[in-house]
Structures are given as C-alpha cells and as structure tokens.
C-alpha cells in the first residue's frame, strides 16, 4: 500500500484561479518581464506545485493563453455566430472597445502584451502569440468569405484583406487600451472603421436562412 506523507503533499489550490491570476500577471508585465515570484505571489502557490500542477513558465503562459481564448476573448467567437457581416463586425469592433476598457483589468491585449518582442530564449512563445493571432484573423477571413458567398460583398472583395483591416484595427485598439485611451475615444475609431466596411446595406438577414 503506497502511503503519502502529509509533508510531501502539494497543497490543494483552485487551478481555475490560479490561472486567472498568472494571466493578470503576464498581461501586466509580459511574458519575460513576469518573474516566477511574481506568479507565485499572485498565484498563491509555491514554485512545486506551480511546476506540478502546469510545468514550466513557458507551459504556464500556454496555459494562460488558452485560458484567455476560452474565457475572456469568447466575446469574439460569439460575435463571427451573428447572422450578417455587418452584425458580425460591429459586435467585434464594440466588443473589442468594450473589452478594452473594463475597469479592474489590464489595459491592452495579452495577445499583443504578453509576448511580442522578446528575446532568443523566450521565441518558442512570441511564435506561439503570432499564431494565436493568425488563428483569430483566419476565423474572421472564413466569416467574411461567407459573407461574400452570401451576397454580402461585392465579388471582388478579397477575405483576406478585408480580416487583416480588421484585426488592423482592433490590434491598434490594443495599443491605444494600453496607452490610457478611455471607451469614448475608443469608440469612434470603431464607427470609422464600420463605416469604412464595403458591405451592402440591402442585405437581409433572412436572405440566405
């Protein structure tokens, strides 16, 4: 019979909470500005069961990643389901601006935040964010060639230009977050970018159902 020592037992934590706060701690300080005391500290773990319970820093931050995609950034899954583009895009540019100026939370996107520039050691993870990024730009290019095949869009509009303006804009939205801008000076940027859309206003959202 295996007998464990009480010593030897990692302390049980909530795994879901220890992952929220490690991810504030990337998102504020970055993936290679975030020391392991840091995350111990705002995790409420020691450094073993950090290492027992996600592996690695570098585990961790993918961890975190994943958590932020399912958790946080669901607004923008949610708003390639609406039924037209036009629906489609205002409630990710709003969303984004929404997202952007919650209070209690960092300001910035962790996508861009946590690992854009780093060094030789940290790579693995500044690839990794770039295809998180390009996994997000890809699900909108799929939405709006879509929506082009709907009749949404004139033929000649190309998908994939058209998401990469897109993700322009909420990418810059990132950068203006993290530079203090509040949701009203946010938000007009997103009605410029809705108005810049060449989408058909006749489109019904019955058309194609």
Request: aromatic fraction near 8%.
């Amino acid at each position: 019979m295996k007998v464990e020592s009480k010593m030897g037992r990692p302390r049980e934590f909530d795994q879901d909470a220890a992952l929220d706060a490690a991810m504030h701690v990337f998102w504020q300080k970055s993936y290679e500005g975030a020391t392991m005391s840091d995350l111990t500290r705002a995790m409420g773990i020691n450094r073993s069961s950090i290492y027992a319970a996600f592996g690695d820093k570098e585990a961790l931050f993918r961890r975190v990643m994943a958590r932020y995609w399912a958790g946080p950034m669901t607004y923008m899954r949610e708003a390639l389901e609406k039924p037209t583009l036009r629906q489609a895009a205002t409630s990710l540019l709003y969303g984004t601006v929404e997202f952007l100026s919650q209070p209690g939370q960092p300001r910035g996107c962790l996508t861009i935040q946590g690992a854009l520039a780093c060094g030789e050691d940290a790579e693995p993870i500044k690839q990794a964010a770039i295809l998180w990024r390009k996994s997000g730009e890809e699900a909108l290019r799929k939405r709006i060639f879509k929506a082009r095949r709907d009749g949404e869009l004139a033929k000649k509009t190309n998908p994939a230009e058209l998401a990469r303006f897109l993700f322009t804009v909420m990418g810059g939205l990132g950068i203006q977050s993290a530079n203090g801008a509040t949701r009203d000076q946010m938000k007009p940027v997103a009605d410029m970018a809705l108005r810049a859309l060449p989408i058909k206003e006749s489109t019904s959202v019955h058309r194609h159902s």
